[in-house]
């Protein structure tokens, strides 16, 4: 395997470990504010099925939402990868993958989201998803593990 897949799939690691604590993120403060766990994920879902999937229950507009949050933050992670490749971790680190969270943030939900599904983003708690933006960054940041558990140990010149 070459050492751009490498970085690549470690990248895709991280980016969805931090999906999955986006989305679980939402789905706690959904519930702390009153609305079903589902709601962020079928609200996600609106950008292919419109206002047919803003409702409360578990069906397939949350498995289209949750979907489309695991591909589009996994594919940052992707590039993410591709582009520290072997930079060491760190404070640096840390806060490039919380900058890229923050950027990711605005780009997708400020920009993109609002231009294509705004009836989705009238009903979206900014405040919660730009915390669960600043968690996908957080969890971005433990790109260098999976990094070096896919990486073969550099061996010595003995």
Do not use: C
């Amino acid at each position: 395997m070459s050492q751009n897949a490498r970085y690549a799939l470690a990248g895709l690691q991280a980016g969805i470990s931090g999906s999955v604590g986006l989305l679980l993120w939402m789905s706690l403060a959904s519930r702390f504010f009153g609305k079903s766990v589902w709601w962020v994920a079928n609200l996600l879902s609106s950008a292919f099925y419109g206002e047919t999937s803003l409702n409360y229950s578990f069906g397939r507009y949350t498995i289209a939402g949750a979907a489309l949050a695991v591909f589009v933050y996994g594919t940052i992670g992707v590039f993410f990868g591709l582009i520290w490749r072997d930079r060491p971790g760190g404070a640096a680190w840390f806060m490039a993958a919380l900058l890229t969270g923050v950027v990711a943030y605005y780009v997708l939900f400020k920009w993109a989201w609002r231009s294509f599904t705004p009836l989705g983003a009238i009903y979206a708690p900014e405040r919660n998803i730009f915390v669960g933006h600043l968690l996908f960054g957080m969890l971005l940041a433990r790109y260098p593990r999976f990094r070096d558990r896919l990486l073969p140990p550099i061996q010595s010149a003995s």
